[in-house]
């Protein structure tokens, strides 16, 4: 969600690329450890996220990431 709003939702299904694939990609320039999160957003969706939105990143089973946006 963007400020309350959702914005974007989906499940692996909706997938381009698969799980798999997006860890050997991954892990192939950095090292992934245990516990780490792989968020990949989904094509629909995009939006203007100025200074002061606050961006919710909830994974089902989970829990959820709550981040507000600050300029530089």
Not at 11 to 38: K, N, Q
């Amino acid at each position: 969600t963007v400020n309350g709003q959702l914005t974007q939702q989906g499940t692996t299904a909706d997938m381009v690329f698969d799980v798999p694939m997006l860890i050997e990609y991954f892990s192939s320039f950095m090292t992934l450890y245990p516990g780490d999160l792989i968020l990949t957003g989904t094509p629909d969706g995009v939006v203007d996220c100025p200074v002061g939105s606050v961006v919710v990143t909830e994974v089902e089973g989970i829990g959820a990431l709550r981040n507000t946006i600050v300029g530089n």
